[in-house]
């Protein structure tokens, strides 16, 4: 037995519609809810979904990781990014591991990165 794919990486908010305009800002198409939801889920890939469930108003979380995924344009998405009022943190750069990449956190912290294989 082997792990085939991931289905979804389901991150909390405490603001759905702010988490909404950021994730639609980033590229993700959204397939349920939206920005007065509890839970909303965009397509992150053909077979794969990022989620997002309204937190309550007193949890708190730290760093915590990141979730890396894969587009066509890096350099592209991150001007998306920057033009829609976000700050990544830094010019997107090619790694030594075959990869050109950047990362941006959402408004809620968790750290997302965005990548090409070279």
Do not use: C
């Amino acid at each position: 037995m082997t792990i085939q794919s991931i289905s979804a990486v389901t991150l909390g908010t405490h603001d759905m519609a702010r988490a909404v305009k950021f994730y639609l800002a980033a590229g993700f198409e959204l397939r349920y809810g939206g920005p007065n939801a509890k839970f909303t889920s965009f397509a992150a890939g053909p077979r794969s979904s990022l989620n997002l469930v309204r937190a309550d108003g007193n949890a708190s979380w730290s760093w915590w990781g990141r979730a890396i995924f894969y587009v066509d344009d890096v350099d592209g998405l991150h001007e998306r990014i920057r033009a829609a009022g976000y700050v990544p943190q830094a010019e997107p750069r090619d790694a030594e591991w075959g990869e050109r990449y950047f990362h941006v956190t959402d408004p809620d912290g968790h750290e997302l990165s965005f990548a090409k294989p070279l």
